[in-house]
C-alpha cells in the first residue's frame, strides 16, 4: 500500500544523508536555539544547489504521478460490495453503476466470506476488458493491498481492496473532472531549515502500531522504531512505520499546527530511506520535511487514508512541503 509518490526517495534521502554527515549539517545540538526559518543560515543544506534541484524534480514527479492515467485524480468510486452477486455496468439494473460511457454490463463480482471472484454477465465479457493486464476470463480475484487483481477498459479501472471486515471495490477513471481539470499543487517554498538529521532509536523487538484510517476501520502496521529531533528548539518524536511490499522506505503519517490553517486538515505523509545503520541498530536519517505530501484523501472523498498516531500530531508549524490542494 503505497500512499504517495516517492520513486526518487531512496536514491536522494541516501545522498542527503551522505551529505549532511559529510559536515555540509550544523550539529543538532546547534539547533537547539529556537530562530525562525528565515533566519537559519547555517541550517542543512543552505546553499545547497544540488539539493534544491533534486526538491524541484521530486516535486515535479509527483504532480505527473498524482495526475496520470491511473494516479489519484482519477479516482472517482468507492462502493462496498455486499455478500453475494455484485452486477457492474452503466446499466441502471447494475448493483454498482459505472458513467454511462462504459458497457452497459461488465461484470458479477461475487463474494462469499474471503472468496472473491469474477463471473461473466449474459453475452459474455465486453470486448477490451481486462484483468490484470489480459483478456478477462472467469476466476478468483485478490484483494491484496499490495497488487490487488484490476480490471480495466479504456481508461476505467476496477480494483477490490479489503477494508477491515469488507471489501469495496476502488473505482479509477481517466477522464474524471478531477484529472482533466488539475492545475497543480501548492507548495511552500523550499527551505533548508526543515531539512534535518534525526536519531534512530530502533525498537526491541518491533511492535504493531494500530493507525486509524479516516473511514472509521483500523490498520495494524509494523512499527520499528523512533527518529528523534530538533526544531524550533524543541526536541520531538516522530514514529513511522512500514508497508508491505515497500522495503527500504520508512511512510511516517503525520500532523502538525499549519493544519488549523494552511495544510490539509487529516494528515500529511513523509517517506524516507531507512537509517544508516538499518531498522535494528541506532543510527541517523534524514527528515526532509519539504518533501511532505498531502493523501489521497485531500484530492477524492473516495481514498481510504491512514491518519497520524496520537504520538505524530506535533506542536510545532512545518511550514514546508505541500500545502492545501485548491480544486
Given at each position: 500500500m503505497r500512499y504517495r509518490s516517492a520513486l526518487l526517495c531512496a536514491p536522494l534521502c541516501a545522498l542527503s544523508l551522505a551529505l549532511l554527515l559529510a559536515g555540509k549539517a550544523r550539529p543538532l545540538a546547534a539547533q537547539s536555539t529556537p530562530?525562525?526559518?528565515?533566519q537559519s543560515p547555517t541550517s542543512p543544506a543552505a546553499g545547497d544547489t544540488q539539493w534544491r534541484q533534486n526538491l524541484s524534480?521530486?516535486?515535479s514527479q509527483r504532480e505527473h504521478d498524482l495526475a496520470a492515467p491511473d494516479g489519484w485524480l482519477t479516482l472517482v468510486?468507492?462502493?462496498?460490495?455486499?455478500?453475494?452477486?455484485?452486477?457492474?455496468?452503466?446499466?441502471q439494473d447494475n448493483?454498482?453503476?459505472?458513467?454511462?460511457?462504459?458497457?452497459?454490463h461488465i461484470g458479477l463480482l461475487t463474494q462469499s466470506g474471503k472468496m472473491l471472484q469474477l463471473l461473466a454477465p449474459n453475452g459474455g465479457f465486453p470486448p477490451d476488458l481486462t484483468i490484470d493486464g489480459h483478456p478477462a476470463r472467469e476466476g478468483p480475484l485478490a484483494a491484496d493491498d499490495a497488487k490487488p487483481s484490476t480490471i480495466a477498459w479504456h481508461g476505467l479501472t476496477l480494483a477490490v481492496l479489503h477494508r477491515g471486515d469488507?471489501?469495496?471495490?476502488?473505482?479509477?477513471?481517466?477522464?474524471?473532472p478531477t484529472r482533466t481539470n488539475f492545475h497543480g499543487l501548492n507548495w511552500y517554498p523550499p527551505d533548508p531549515y526543515f531539512r534535518v538529521v534525526a536519531r534512530w532509536i530502533p525498537f526491541n523487538p518491533p511492535h504493531v502500531e494500530k493507525i486509524p484510517t479516516i473511514i472509521g476501520t483500523t490498520l495494524n502496521m509494523p512499527a520499528p522504531g523512533i527518529a528523534e529531533f530538533t526544531l524550533y528548539g524543541k526536541t520531538l518524536r516522530l514514529e513511522p512505520v512500514t508497508e508491505p511490499g515497500e522495503?527500504?522506505?520508512?511512510?511516517f503519517i503525520l500532523r502538525d499546527t499549519t493544519s488549523k490553517t494552511t495544510t490539509y486538515e487529516a494528515a500529511r505523509f513523509l517517506h524516507t530511506s531507512y537509517p544508516e545503520h538499518g531498522l535494528t541498530q541506532p543510527g541517523r536519517l534524514v527528515l526532509d520535511f519539504n518533501k511532505l505530501e498531502n493523501p489521497p484523501c485531500a484530492y477524492t472523498p473516495y481514498a481510504t487514508c491512514p491518519l497520524p498516531p496520537e504520538q505524530n500530531r506535533l506542536p510545532v508549524a512545518l511550514e514546508a512541503g505541500e500545502q492545501r490542494y485548491a480544486h
Open positions: 530562530q525562525s526559518p528565515a524534480a521530486w516535486r468510486g468507492l462502493e462496498w460490495l455486499k455478500p453475494g452477486v455484485n452486477s457492474i455496468g452503466s446499466a448493483s454498482i453503476r459505472l458513467r454511462d460511457q462504459a458497457p452497459a469488507r471489501y469495496a471495490l476502488r473505482i479509477k477513471d481517466a477522464d474524471s522495503e527500504g522506505i520508512l511512510f
